[in-house]
């Protein structure tokens, strides 16, 4: 654990000052790739992250999202009906699994520094639809999208095709993870149609 101020990496410097105070508690510094990824989907543009693994790629990706997030839920607090506001898109379900569970330390690290704040508690919901969602699953996404949807290209596409879609009408991050194992196969041109289904 560090003790660094919040002013000790200047590329959080954009982000609300609970998820300045989480990262700068949990981490010494930001890692290269991410101020940069950060500088980069800061200014609202397109942003592909090409770095080993352990250099912090997809925090760099979801810590902009779930700081934008928070921010969102705290000017208007979520109605029913709402839609999902972040996508997550991995080639792999084991992955999307091993995303939504160490999502959880941010999140939760976020919300308990806004609390310490004095800042109103915010829970973010995250939710995986993949061939394996069951039926009864995918009717509760329906009727209450979560925040934060994981999801594989194929269950992305069968959302667009359906009445599901209509979940999806709020998103405004989309994070692709691993884009090499499908960019020039048939998967990653089946991808590139539901992404422009999706916009």
Same mark, same amino acid.
């Given at each position: ?27 010494? =510094? ?8 950060? +500088?980069?989907?800061? +200014? ?16 760099? =990706? ?138």
């Amino acid at each position: 654990m560090s003790t660094s101020t919040p002013d000790a990496t200047p590329s959080l410097a954009a982000f609300e000052p609970a998820t300045r105070a989480w990262f700068t508690s949990t981490f010494d =510094a930001a890692t290269p790739v991410q101020a940069a990824a950060w +500088a980069a989907i800061g +200014a609202g543009d397109h942003t592909l992250v090409i770095a080993p693994t352990g250099s912090g790629k997809t925090l760099a =990706a979801f810590l902009h999202a779930i700081d934008r997030l928070f921010r969102l839920r705290a000017q208007q607090p979520r109605m029913p009906g709402d839609g999902t506001g972040v996508l997550y898109i991995s080639p792999i379900k084991a992955l999307g699994a091993d995303v939504h569970r160490n999502l959880q330390v941010p999140l939760e690290g976020v919300n308990a520094q806004r609390e310490q704040r004095g800042d109103p508690a915010l829970a973010l919901s995250v939710a995986i639809r993949s061939g394996d969602t069951t039926s009864a699953e995918r009717a509760r996404l329906l009727r209450r999208p979560p925040d934060i949807l994981i999801t594989t290209p194929e269950s992305l596409f069968l959302m667009l095709t359906s009445k599901a879609r209509d979940s999806l009408r709020d998103v405004h991050t989309v994070i692709i993870d691993e884009i090499h194992a499908v960019a020039g196969s048939k998967r990653g041109s089946h991808l590139a149609l539901s992404l422009e289904r999706l916009d």
